[in-house]
Nanobody
Framework: QVQLVESGGGLVQAGGSLRLSCAASGSIFSINSMAWYRQAPGKQRELVAS???????NYADSVKGRFTISRDNAKNTVFLQMNSLKPEDTAVYYC??????????????WGQGTQVTVSS
């Protein structure tokens, strides 16, 4: 059993900042990657940022230079620092975990999501 505890969403004015966190716990042998996705009303879920392996990061073009993903390996926690927020960043943000259940079995897991609302 795996748990993902997300926090940090909320309402902020355009130009403001928020920091999301997602802590993974449970039956995890090792973590392959962690990421943040988002889904706005009427739109498909999209990748925002990911951190893979030893720390390689990847960002959606729309957030490059504004968002920073980081990971605390000791605590199995991933963070998303969001600066210069825009109304178009409004969405439900989901934490994603790809992990090894043991040496051979790979699994993935989604958090329940946290709402981020940016007012103009």
């Amino acid at each position: 059993q795996v748990q993902l505890v997300e926090s940090g969403g909320g309402l902020v004015q355009a130009g403001g900042s928020l920091r999301l966190s997602c802590a993974a716990s449970g039956s995890i042998f090792s973590i392959n990657s962690m990421a943040w996705y988002r889904q706005a009303p009427g739109k498909q879920r999209e990748l925002v940022a990911s951190v893979i392996g030893a720390g390689s990061t990847n960002y959606a073009d729309s957030v490059k230079g504004r968002f920073t993903i980081s990971r605390d390996n000791a605590k199995n926690t991933v963070f998303l620092q969001m600066n210069s927020l825009k109304p178009e960043d409004t969405a439900v943000y989901y934490c994603y975990l790809n992990y090894m259940l043991d040496m051979f079995r790979r699994r993935d897991y989604w958090g329940q999501g946290t709402q981020v609302t940016v007012s103009s």
